[in-house]
């Protein structure tokens, strides 16, 4: 009867998004309806309202929807969708601007001269557009009506010229900042809890143990990696676009000719392109680049959006004017000298201590007063002018409305499609596909592509994301990122723009075309493009490094990048280590004579057996090294073998636990049958032949296993864990290498700083004798401290606690605090001896030393990964590595 159910959820959603009804409705209505008639039926039919559930009852379900929506809404730390007003905000302001309009124009005379010109000046502003305003609608609707006349009047093919114009507005689909890519990012941050929680139970049920190392878990997004990941697949869209429309004008003149423009290009000229180029491009590099550089959040980034937006807003309406260009002016002097005084002056008004500091202040302070002025004065402009301000205000309030309330419809949705076991319905059917992932995600798309001609991309996102991420994102053996999956599900939702019947694009293009248009043409333009954006598809499912490899790079570059000892970084560290220690084994080798061959005898006993030790674990540093490339190797060869096998096992021990979930949910429906008359009797009769049945099918399962499993999952998992064990020798081995050459250098380059405290630990003496001890145990304490700065100075600090401590007692025994204070002394001269000669003979060699393998043996132990190394490891992570054999 769950079945039953969830048809009639299915069809009532259907029908009523079909019949038009708004969708912000049709969605938690449907979920509504549905769960009222299911809790009614079973309460007719078989005395309890939850008998048709799939586990819970109608009010936990009711409820589920709001409560997940509030539970992930109302977190602080779900901010993602605060950005949508904001960049929202920004694209209605720039399209009421008329910006669009200008840009447009003077495209078109930049480029009518190539042939196809005017095709290619319509993407290039669509690209513009998108990463301003990223409204859809507004695009097309400017385009279609600057634009498409000036193409018909050139000849230009109506199925080039309108699909052209209708797939360059979809532009702000994919290209950052986008909606799409906000809410699909905050859907797949729900996703990737889901699917963490199943691989780990997973991983459990695979391998016996409860803790699964973290390298194995998902990799998570946000709205700023999906903004990084989409960079570059928009770009290649757009590339793709230009190209198509240059080979279609080469081809075929006569439907794409050249339009020379009919003015000069003169300075005039090139003064126009700059201002009209000049403030958006400013815009995108402020938005996105504060976004790409760690400078902003998406959320502050949008702000810094919408002010930009407003300002071009305040020149752009009083164009014309004799002052229009006053406020913008203020507000980029106003930035620049902020920059300026912040590089100069210290700005923190708790920190001033010089008049200097005070006059950083004060002129920080002048400079955003004057660029608030700005802000204020172009605010003004954009209220009094048109009402323009008030106009974007209402829309925006209006989209950001329609936004939240379709994601709470969404929200009860999808609840009531887990209440009558869907999700786990589309789980088994996607697991139970031949091909693994690669087959479950080429449905997933082809069903998104298709719902595509009939949804909207909001529907899209918040209905069916949900369901299907979980279950592509816990697949170990693709193990996708969720950036990855999310531009790849944005792309393929920008073709609902385009597909007819309900392609929203050719909607809007449709009503300011001219008659002279039929629809049929407008659909003809779009198929191109339409083949164009699934070969992008494709193009990004192939290359997956177009996706990740910006994000990767600048999570590693970052002020909070993950640190080397990070695991998810060792296994392209060490593929660096191979690469890197290969090229420099002869310097390596040429380093390590060098310091073998020191004079190191007067150095403390335990630094010479640290440096041996040090020196012994760099030379067999090689070997490990082998080590690990053997053990990969014979993994990869027994993998081809071993693989399907694995494969088929884990799948039959996958139907073997579902099978065991069954049985608990019918045994629960057992124990909830409370009475004790023959009809109870029967259905318990009934559930127990279930029961008896599913275990026959666990049993049928099991024999399914084959006979010589053990053995190879024994042969295999020797290897495999030859493999671990060799990258964990090399872990250690490099750790105990670089730990104490390190060490070393920065014990004998302390040798000036400990010899400038002598004076400090000379006077000790005097301040033991005139000064009250408590006096002088604060003071022996702070010279400790100073010590403490210079690294292996542990002996010394020692002696001089011991001084500290007989001089905090009631009566100190003068005569300990002496003998402590001349052990500390001799320490200490001691130390400055060995260090002084150290610091001549052996610095340089050990520094050199040092320097030699840091960057290889001793990069896990440094503070960040280096530019160099941090690019390797993001080209490295940045592709889909298998980890299905781990599990």
């Given at each position: ?34 769960i ?9 039919f ?50 009421r ?216 807003a ?52 002048i ?150 248009v ?21 193009i990004?499912?192939?290359?997956p ?5 910006l ?29 890197r ?22 150095l ?35 993998k ?40 109870s009797?029967?259905?318990?009769d ?36 030859a493999?671990?064990k ?61 010590i403490?700065?210079v ?97």
């Amino acid at each position: 009867m769950e079945l039953v159910f969830l048809a009639i959820l299915v069809l009532l959603m259907i029908a009523a998004l079909g019949s038009g009804f708004p969708v912000a409705f049709a969605l938690p209505g449907s979920a509504i309806l549905t769960i009222a008639l299911a809790a009614l039926t079973g309460w007719l039919f078989a005395g309890d309202t939850s008998a048709y559930f799939a586990q819970g009852g109608p009010l936990q379900w009711l409820n589920a929807g709001v409560t997940n929506f509030r539970g992930v809404y109302w977190e602080v730390e779900r901010d993602t969708l605060i950005a949508i007003p904001l960049f929202v905000f920004m694209g209605i302001m720039l399209q009421r601007s008329k910006i669009a309009e200008d840009l447009l124009v003077t495209m078109a005379q930049l480029f009518g001269p190539v042939p196809g010109g005017l095709g290619i000046s319509v993407v290039f502003v669509g690209a513009l557009l998108a990463a301003t305003t990223g409204i859809v609608g507004a695009t097309v609707v400017a385009m279609g009506l600057i634009s498409l006349p000036v193409m018909l009047r050139n000849n230009y093919s109506k199925e080039l010229a309108t699909g052209t114009i209708a797939a360059s507005g979809t532009l702000g689909q994919i290209i950052p900042p986008s909606i799409v890519l906000i809410i699909l990012a905050d859907q797949l941050a729900s996703a990737v809890d889901q699917a963490g929680a199943t691989r780990k139970a997973l991983y459990k049920a695979s391998t016996g143990q409860f803790s699964m190392p973290s390298e194995f878990g998902v990799v998570s997004t946000s709205a700023g990696d999906m903004f990084l990941g989409a960079f570059v697949p928009g770009l290649l869209l757009v590339g793709l676009y230009m190209i198509f429309i240059l080979v279609f004008a080469l081809m075929r003149p006569s439907a794409a000719p050249a339009v020379h423009f009919e003015g000069r290009y003169d300075r005039k000229f090139a003064f126009k392109v700059l201002i009209t180029l000049v403030p958006p491009l400013a815009l995108i590099f402020v938005v996105l680049g504060s976004i790409i550089m760690g400078v902003a959040t998406v959320n502050q980034a949008g702000a810094i959006g919408a002010i930009g937006a407003m300002i071009m807003a305040g020149y752009r309406l009083r164009e014309g004017h004799k002052r229009a260009y006053i406020p913008a002016t203020l507000c980029v002097a106003s930035l620049i000298a902020i920059f300026v005084i912040t590089a100069n002056f210290s700005t923190n008004i708790k920190n001033i201590k010089t008049s200097e500091d005070a006059l950083g202040i004060a002129l920080a302070t002048i400079a955003v007063i004057f660029f608030l002025a700005s802000i204020l004065w172009s605010g003004w402009r954009t209220f009094k002018i048109e009402d323009t301000l008030r106009g974007v205000m209402v829309e925006t309030a209006k989209t950001t409305s329609l936004v939240f309330i379709i994601l709470l419809g969404a929200a009860m949705l999808t609840a009531a499609f887990r209440a009558f076991g869907g999700e786990e319905l589309v789980r088994e059917f996607l697991t139970s596909l031949p091909g693994g992932f690669w087959a479950q995600f080429v449905i997933v798309m082809a069903v998104i592509f298709v719902l595509g001609f009939f949804l909207d991309f909001i529907e899209i996102a918040v209905v069916v994301v949900p369901i299907v991420a979980p279950i592509l994102l816990a697949d170990p053996s693709a193990n996708v990122t969720a950036v990855w999956l999310g531009v790849m599900i944005g792309l393929n939702i920008q073709t609902s723009f385009l597909t007819p019947p309900f392609g929203f694009a050719l909607f809007y293009l449709r009503g300011v075309a001219p008659a002279i248009v039929r629809t049929v043409q407008m659909y003809k333009g779009v198929v191109a493009f339409i083949c164009l954006q699934l070969f992008a598809l494709v193009i990004v499912g192939f290359v997956p490094s177009l996706v990740n490899y910006l994000p990767s790079r600048m999570s590693l570059l970052a002020v909070t990048a993950p640190p080397p000892l990070n695991p998810r970084l060792q296994y392209c560290m060490e593929r660096y280590a191979i690469e890197r220690f290969s090229a420099q084994n002869g310097k390596i080798s040429q380093a390590i004579a060098r310091v073998r061959g020191l004079d190191v005898s007067y150095l403390p006993k335990k630094l010479q057996s640290r440096l041996s030790t040090s020196l012994d674990k760099t030379a067999a540093t090689e070997g490990l090294l082998q080590a690990i490339q053997s053990a990969e190797a014979a993994v990869s060869a027994a993998k081809p073998a071993y693989s399907p096998v694995h494969r088929q096992v884990r799948e039959v021990e996958s139907g073997i636990r579902d099978i065991d979930e069954e049985i608990q949910q019918v045994r629960s429906a057992i124990r909830r049958l409370r009475g004790s008359d023959d009809k109870s009797q029967a259905r318990r009769d009934l559930l127990q032949a279930q029961i008896d049945e599913m275990k026959a099918e666990q049993e049928r399962l099991k024999a399914t296993i084959p006979a010589n499993w053990p053995e190879k999952n024994k042969t295999f998992m020797a290897l495999f864990n030859a493999e671990i064990k060799a990258r964990r020798d090399y872990r250690r081995n490099v750790d105990g290498a670089y730990e104490p050459a390190k060490t070393m250098v920065e014990a004998l380059a302390g040798a000036d700083e400990l010899a400038a405290l002598e004076m400090d630990i000379m006077q000790i003496r005097t301040e033991i004798v005139m000064e009250p001890p408590r006096k002088a145990a604060d003071r022996v304490r702070e010279v400790s401290r100073q010590i403490g700065t210079v690294p292996g100075t542990s002996a010394i600090r020692s002696q001089l606690s011991k001084v500290r401590r007989e001089l905090r007692r009631r009566t100190p025994n003068d005569a300990k605090v002496q003998e402590f204070y001349a052990k500390a002394l001799q320490a200490y001269r001691e130390d400055l001896a060995w260090r002084k000669r150290g610091s001549k003979e052996l610095l340089p060699d050990l520094q050199a030393y040092e320097t030699t393998i840091r960057d290889t043996i001793g990069l896990r132990q440094q503070p960040r990964l280096p530019r160099e190394q941090a690019l390797y490891i993001a080209s490295c992570n940045s592709g889909h590595r298998d980890i299905s054999l781990s599990f």
